[in-house]
T-cell receptor
Framework: DAGVIQSPRHEVTEMGQEVTLRCKPISGHDYLFWYRQTMMRGLELLIYFNNNVPIDDSGMPEDRFSAKMPNASFSTLKIQPSEPRDSAVYFC????????????????FGPGTRLTVL | EDQVTQSPEALRLQEGESSSLNCSYTVSGLRGLFWYRQDPGKGPEFLFTLYSAGEEKEKERLKATLTKKESFLHITAPKPEDSATYLCAVQAGAGGGADGLTFGKGTHLIIQP
């Protein structure tokens, strides 16, 4: 299995531009999560999906952030317009099934996208 | 609000020098406590999940334990390749369905040859 795939791996953009990050979860996983990692705040959950439906987006910082999951094998996180404070590493993770079911609730992380907004 | 505090922030050990990393948590209804390892420039790599107080899990030189308030990651006779940032996370809630993880800020571990 190729694991969780994210693209691009690095993105440098200017303030005000639209940024789209992409994620392909592990095949067969029903849950997909988007996290953001910064030195100051560590890893923070932004949003997660179950069977392509957004379940909890309370971690999305502002209306400038949006996420979609049009099918079971693809998700996007979009920032429009981007700001310098959005600079961070964005991770996508997926898990097979229900929490508390041993062996099925492990979240597997992708390699991340390092975003720099100038 | 769920909180996870890891200590120390950084730890430098000599090869073979055993030690423990601490993860203290407050959560409304612990569903699971997770340990991850993160190498520079990479995503977190899953190590262990613990579900109830008293549970222990081992993998090579690592052993994770859990009480009602904290978890420890014990490292026995570490090697330089064990150098990484170790992250602790909790998953909360009593309802069905997966929730996201609340992470601590990690312990940066360096093992010197």
């Amino acid at each position: 299995d190729a694991g969780v795939i994210q693209s691009p791996r690095h993105e440098v953009t200017e303030m005000g531009q639209e940024v789209t990050l992409r994620c392909k979860p592990i095949s067969g996983h029903d849950y997909l999560f988007w996290y953001r990692q910064t030195m100051m705040r560590g890893l923070e959950l932004l949003i997660y999906f179950n069977n392509n439906v957004p379940i909890d987006d309370s971690g999305m910082p502002e209306d400038r952030f949006s996420a979609k999951m049009p099918n079971a094998s693809f998700s996007t996180l979009k920032i429009q317009p981007s700001e310098p404070r959005d600079s961070a590493v964005y991770f996508c993770a997926s898990s097979p099934g229900l929490a508390g079911a041993p062996g099925t609730d492990t979240q597997y992380f992708g390699p991340g996208t390092r975003l720099t907004v100038l | 609000e769920d909180q996870v505090t890891q200590s120390p922030e950084a730890l430098r050990l000599q090869e073979g020098e055993s030690s423990s990393l601490n993860c203290s948590y407050t959560v409304s209804g612990l569903r699971g406590l997770f340990w991850y390892r993160q190498d520079p420039g990479k995503g977190p790599e899953f190590l262990f999940t613990l579900y109830s107080a008293g549970e222990e899990k081992e993998k090579e030189r690592l052993k994770a334990t859990l009480t009602k308030k904290e978890s420890f990651l014990h490292i026995t006779a570490p090697k330089p390749e064990d150098s990484a940032t170790y992250l602790c996370a909790v998953q909360a809630g009593a309802g069905g369905g997966a929730d996201g993880l609340t992470f601590g800020k990690g312990t940066h571990l360096i093992i010197q040859p």
